[in-house]
């Protein structure tokens, strides 16, 4: 039980640190940004420009907050499981650094339409004019996909069904 304990201490230390970095860049963003023009890294390619996003990528959902706050306790609530069912294993790791990712995302973006009514974006790629993002949206994106990755290539079947099994059933 001390291993889980601590496990899940880490866990959650890695999420204060992410969402609390998601936060500081999205602060600073917009003090550097709100009312200046972009930032330019890379002419053509990338810059810092500041967007208030109301929605979801791509700008869907416009307005649709209470959607986004149950999306949210949704992650939550999966991670929460997750974390309880994962054994305390160095094989696990992995999938605990993708969850604590995609926690930490979800709760970023969820900070900011607490308080704001809004998501702060600011990275932009002109070169393709990819929809403006921010660090939590490559928390959840990155670990999502990684997570996708884990379970085709490094879990096998019978881990991924233990996730799905309720204590003390049978396998």
Known sequence: ???????????????????????????????????????????????????????????????????????????????????????AKKRYVPMEVCLVMVMAGAAGNLIDRVFHGYVVDFLYFKLIDFPIFNVADCYVTVGTALLLVLFLWYYSDEEFDMLLRRRGEEA
């Not at 330019?40 to 869907?60: P, T």
Request: proline share 2%; hydrophobic share 55%; glycine share 12%.
């Open 1 to 87: 039980m001390n291993r889980k304990r601590n496990h899940i201490i880490v866990f959650l230390a890695g999420f204060l640190c992410l969402t609390w970095f998601d936060q500081w860049t999205k602060h600073l963003a917009a003090g550097a940004l709100v009312g200046n023009g972009p930032i330019v890294v890379w002419d053509g390619v990338f810059e810092f420009l500041y967007s208030e996003n109301r929605g979801a990528a791509f700008g869907i959902l416009q307005g649709r907050q209470g959607f986004f706050f149950a999306v949210a306790i949704a992650v939550f609530g999966f991670v929460a499981y997750a974390m309880a069912k994962l054994p």
